[in-house]
């Protein structure tokens, strides 16, 4: 089994603050995924990263997946309350982590 | 056009009860997986299918939860004299082909309740 582990697990913030969720493991992935995912409703891809080292952006968020394929972290710059939700990443397309939720406070 | 959509919404059955659970993906995706989710956690793999094959059953918790899929379409998963643990969220996303880098595209979940 190869697991991902999130951390924080849980995170609470005010809207404008900049935010980090890490995605760790001891194993090397050959491509890792981030999903956001609402109450009620399954999760939603976010991006996908395949080349240890490579940044990737969209609007306020940057996705980075380690240089040895083993981590990446999520990094939300002036967080709106849209952003609220649990984030999960997945490695080798199955392999989920155990989740960080955010929450946005207007 | 139309996504993932999975029926029942909610199921709540007895404890020994058997359940079935629809996954209707979307039309044209070859590949379909089904995941496992307890409140506020992650997803947990049972089994994926290429076509109407399942290459990965390693997923599976035990011979209690079996899975099919016919005409290369909908899916059902089936867990047999279910037990208050098999309570949860069970997700089905369906992708255009099984590869590792590709989307996958998530129904809204059934939520399973065993008391």
């Known amino acids: 089994t190869q697991l991902l582990e999130q951390s924080p697990q849980f995170l609470s913030i005010q809207e404008g603050e900049n935010l980090t969720v890490y995605c760790n493991s001891s194993?090397?992935?050959?491509?890792l995924q981030w999903y956001r995912q609402e109450p009620g409703e399954g999760p939603v891809l976010l991006v996908t990263?395949?080349?240890?080292?490579e940044v990737k952006k969209l609007k306020r968020l940057t996705f980075q997946f380690g240089d040895a394929r083993k981590d990446s972290s999520l990094h939300i710059t002036a967080a709106q309350p849209g952003d609220t939700g649990l984030y999960l990443c997945?490695?080798?397309?199955?392999?989920f982590g155990t989740g960080t939720s955010l929450t946005v406070i207007p | 056009g139309a996504g993932v959509s999975q029926s029942p919404s909610n199921k709540v059955t007895e404890k020994g009860k058997d359940v079935e659970l629809r996954c209707d993906p979307i039309?044209?995706?070859?590949?379909l997986y089904w995941y496992r989710q307890s409140l506020g956690q992650g997803l947990e793999f049972l089994i994926y299918?290429?076509?109407?094959?399942?290459?990965?059953k390693s997923g599976l918790p035990s011979d209690r939860f079996s899975a099919e899929r016919t005409g290369g379409s909908v899916s059902t998963l089936t867990i047999q004299r279910t037990q208050q643990e098999d309570s949860a969220v069970y997700l089905c996303?369906?992708?255009?082909?099984?590869?590792?880098?590709?989307?996958?595209?998530f129904g809204p979940g059934t939520r399973l309740t065993v008391t």
């Open positions: 194993s090397v992935f050959s491509s």
């Open positions: 990263v395949v080349t240890g080292g």
């Open positions: 039309s044209g995706h070859t590949a």
């Open positions: 996303a369906s992708s255009l082909v099984a590869k590792r880098e590709a989307e996958q595209y």
């Open positions: 997945a490695g080798n397309q199955f392999y």
């Open positions: 299918f290429q076509g109407n094959s399942a290459p990965d």
